[in-house]
């Protein structure tokens, strides 16, 4: 099994900036993938941003340019640097990883971002 664990949430303006982490235990050579989703209230879980085994990244549309993600394979460790943060980015965030032998899911409890205005 997999298990992982976010933190780095909290209250923050609009315009600041958080740092998210996500740190996984367990079966850590099963990871391929990696990525945050998040959802706001009422809303559908969207993803954020993924980062590939081999560091390939790509972003959902409302944070390119403002949000990074990032990887430490030695410490099985994802971040999302998140800047210029706006209220719409208000969410729980989750971390997400595809496993593989066998091919599976693994998500994480959440940690709660809230930007004011």
């Known amino acids: 099994q997999v298990q992982l664990v976010e933190s780095g949430g909290g209250l923050v303006q609009a315009g600041g900036s958080l740092r998210l982490s996500c740190a996984a235990s367990?079966?850590?050579?099963?990871?391929?993938?990696m990525a945050w989703y998040r959802q706001a209230p009422g809303k559908q879980r969207e993803l954020v941003a993924q980062?590939?085994?081999?560091?390939?990244?790509k972003y959902g549309d409302s944070v390119k340019g403002r949000f990074t993600i990032s990887r430490d394979n030695a410490k099985n460790t994802v971040y999302l640097q998140m800047n210029i943060l706006k209220p719409e980015d208000t969410a729980v965030y989750y971390c997400?990883?595809?496993?593989?032998?066998?091919?599976?899911?693994?998500w994480g409890q959440g940690t709660l971002v809230t930007v004011s205005s």
């Open positions: 997400y990883a595809a496993l593989i032998i066998p091919t599976s899911d693994a």
């Open positions: 367990g079966s850590t050579f099963r990871i391929n993938a």
């Open positions: 980062i590939s085994g081999g560091g390939s990244t």
